[in-house]
């Protein structure tokens, strides 16, 4: 079993910035992929960004291209998104994902996560 806890949402600006943390407790953290996904009102939940459990590879929606950071600290259980030039379209509730991964693999579908947090809001204003 794993429990993931995301953290750092809240209201911002359009152009400005947050930087999500999720911690992963209940198993081997290290070696699980993680993901994060958002799902906005009235919106099927999206994929956003995703990472290997080394780190070594990372994979991102278009939407979250040039813009958004996926990145992992193995020692501290705990995966991040920074997010930086924020738009009111990225209002949504964030949700990380873990499943368990013996590879450099990455996965960008709901269905291939085993391990869900609760999500934590983020609202951009205009």
């Known amino acids: 079993q794993a429990h993931l806890a995301e953290s750092g949402g809240g209201l911002v600006q359009a152009g400005g910035s947050l930087k999500l943390s999720c911690a992963a407790s209940g198993r081997t953290f290290s070696r699980s992929a993680m993901g994060w996904f958002r799902q906005a009102p009235g919106k099927e939940r999206e994929f956003v960004a995703a990472?290997?459990?080394?780190?070594?590879?990372?994979y991102y929606a278009d939407s979250a291209k040039g813009r958004f950071t996926i990145s992992r600290d193995n020692a501290k259980g705990t995966v991040y998104l920074q997010m930086n030039s924020l738009k009111p379209e990225d209002t949504a509730v964030y949700y990380c994902?873990?499943?368990?991964?013996?590879?450099?693999?990455?996965?960008?579908?709901?269905?291939?996560?085993?391990?869900w947090g609760q999500g934590t809001q983020v609202t951009v204003s205009s």
């Open positions: 994902a873990a499943r368990y991964s013996s590879g450099s693999y990455i996965y960008t579908t709901e269905g291939e996560y085993t391990y």
């Open positions: 990472i290997s459990w080394s780190g070594g590879n990372s």
